[in-house]
Structures are given as C-alpha cells and as structure tokens.
C-alpha cells in the first residue's frame, strides 16, 4: 500500500530532551515536508525536501532541524522542545518538484511538551 | 506575505443540499490549486486539483478556478453528513516544486 508514515503517533516529553520524529514513505517521491498545525493558525511547512541530501527552511523552522540522507526518509529533530512545539505535525510528500504533483500526508504525530 | 484566505465557518447545511465553500489567494502567479477534507484529528486528505480557469467535476465534488479574480472554490452536491468536516484550500505559490500554502479551513456541518 502506497504510504506516508510517521512514528511516534503520540509523544509527550519534557523540555529540552532530544526527540526525533520519524518520517517515511514507499512511493519513490522526490519531495518531502514537515508542516505543523495549530488550532487558529492553520498548517504552517517548517522544512521542506526536494531531493535527496537538498533541504529548506519553511515558514517556521526555528527549533527544528531536518536531513534528507536517502530518499525514502525524512526525519524531524527537536535538539531541545520547548513547550511552545506542543502541536501536531504531519509530514507529506510528493513524486515530483514540478506544479502539478499533488501531496500526500501521513497520518500524524501528536507531541506534547511539558 | 503571500495568503490564502478562506472563511473559518462553519458552514452549516441539511443533508441533500449544496455545500459552497470559496478561497481567495493573493499571489497572483500561483498556478496550481487544491482541496483537502480533513477530519477532527486526522490528516489531510486531497480529494480535489485544479490548474485551469473553469470547472472540474469529480462525482460529488466540482471545483472552480477564477484566476483573474485570484478565486477557487469547491461545491459538494448532495452533501451527506460524512462531509462533515474541515476543507483545506492549498495554493502552490511559486512555479517549479510542490511547496503548498494553506488557507486556515472551513468547517462544515451538515445535519441530517
């Protein structure tokens, strides 16, 4: 089954305690992105992907940190959360770089840090 | 600051009928366009992509572009209370990769 998936589901942790949020897909997609949701404030992209080892910041990148070693991954690392990354992230990804290539999201990962 | 708005709702509306939800975008060279549903919870999901001025139909869902008017909106016809939900409009503003911008969401409620 063509996928997006994420691990954790679900992570509360406390501030300043490393954290890395798992990103994969099995669809040979170029491009990957990391976006943030809050409630009044929509999705907002923190990282994006075009290609392998190719990274970019998004709207609201600070606090994060990405990489892109092979293609199918793309993690999202807090060195240190702060409650202020409480949120839920979603990654998504898409096959291609050109207009057209509609993406795909994984199902969620719900953080919460006290 | 390129936007994209859309009205926050909800939308309210009786099983049946036609749900309108509209967005505006202000970048004026964005040239691809779509519409996510997303439920409480979930992850957003694309039922919906449009590239030229007109309409484009799929099943119960018809979106129409107006690019000289920066305007795009979806119609449900017979909606059913399983569209209950947010709607997602998402523009890619730039010509050359996929980086979407993301109005805030409508919510609509349809009752039974």
């Known amino acids: 089954e063509a996928q997006v998936t994420q691990n954790p589901r679900y992570l509360i942790t406390v501030t300043g305690k490393k954290l890395t949020v798992t990103c994969s897909q099995n669809m040979n997609h170029e491009y990957m992105s990391w976006y943030r949701q809050d409630p009044g404030l929509g999705l907002r992209q923190i990282y994006y992907s075009m290609n392998v080892e190719v990274t970019d910041k998004g709207d609201v990148p600070e606090g994060y940190k990405v990489s892109r070693k092979e293609k199918r991954n793309f993690p999202l690392i807090l060195e240190s959360p702060s409650p202020n990354q409480t949120s839920l992230y979603f990654c998504?990804?898409?096959?291609?770089?050109?207009?057209?290539?509609?993406?795909?999201f994984g199902p969620g990962t719900r953080l919460t840090v006290l | 600051q390129k936007e994209v708005e859309q009205n926050s709702g909800p939308l309210s509306v009786p099983e049946g009928a036609i749900a309108s939800l509209n967005c505006t975008y202000s970048?004026?060279?964005?040239?691809?366009f779509f519409w996510y549903r997303q439920y409480s919870g979930k992850s957003p999901e694309l039922i919906m992509s449009i590239y030229s001025n007109g309409d484009k139909e799929d099943g119960r869902f018809t979106a129409q572009l107006n690019k000289a008017s920066q305007y795009v909106s979806l119609l449900i016809r017979d909606s059913q209370p399983s569209d209950s939900a947010t709607y997602l409009c998402?523009?890619?503003?730039?010509?050359?990769?996929?980086?979407?911008?993301f109005g805030k969401g409508t919510m609509l409620l349809v009752s039974p």
């Open positions: 998402a523009v890619n503003p730039l010509s050359g990769y996929s980086t979407l911008t």
């Open positions: 998504a990804s898409s096959f291609g770089t050109s207009l057209y290539n509609e993406q795909f």
């Open positions: 970048d004026r060279v964005s040239q691809s």
